[in-house]
């Protein structure tokens, strides 16, 4: 990620948090190709040394439109990439993969890195907001969280699984649904509350 990439991903991540309190983030649900959204966001990621070649994206080809909320899913993964990129060695390339469920009801983004894991991290309190494990490199303690918030808003969840020393793995599930072509606003507002309440997931 680039300088001004970097700034307006933090100015973003400050908006969404205002967003949160005062209770105006509302999902804005649109199909999109998910796999090419996918590697759209993260051809914007670079390095410390400007190298763009760091992450290697395996997508699932069963994938096709999804309905999601761009916004929301950007602040999600930008998140999970900045975490993966800052704990990640040098020379190593972060995995950025997509998944469909065998049912074929979700979709699971997950993002693997190959840092010291969760080491002096408790599992209890990584996606609480302002919570810094002893092992962190700087950050504002708000990127978790709104990953974990965001992801329940889509009617989604996300978990983490780590191995001491051999890196974590973030996975967001998120419904496979797509809403159907000439939807107006309040009927994908509408549409949106049923996938989330069909399609829920739990933490």
């Not at 009801?105 to 991290?121: A, E, M, N, Q």
């Amino acid at each position: 990620m680039g300088l001004a990439s970097a700034f307006c991903y933090l100015i973003n991540m400050v908006l969404d948090v205002r967003k949160m309190e005062v209770g105006m983030s509302k999902p804005d649900m649109h199909n999109h190709p998910l796999n090419s959204w996918l590697e759209d966001v993260c051809s914007d990621f670079t390095d410390e040394n400007g190298n763009a070649d760091i992450i290697d994206c395996k997508l699932d080809p069963q994938i096709g439109d999804v309905c999601f909320d761009s916004d929301k899913c950007w602040t999600i993964l930008s998140n999970l990439l900045v975490n993966a990129l800052k704990h990640n060695p040098k020379g190593q390339k972060i995995t950025v993969r997509s998944e469909m469920s065998a049912d074929r009801r979700y979709v699971r983004i997950s993002v693997t890195d190959h840092g010291p894991g969760l080491k002096d991290i408790d599992p209890d309190k990584l996606f609480t907001r302002y919570y810094q494990g002893n092992n962190e490199q700087g950050g504002t303690g708000i990127g978790l969280a709104l990953v974990h918030s965001f992801a329940g808003l889509l009617g989604g969840s996300v978990r983490v699984s780590s191995e001491e020393g051999k890196g974590a793995e973030f996975v967001v599930t998120i419904p496979a649904a797509e809403l159907p072509a000439g939807e107006d606003s309040a009927q994908k507002e509408e549409a949106h509350d049923m996938i989330a309440e069909e399609y829920a997931v739990a933490d």
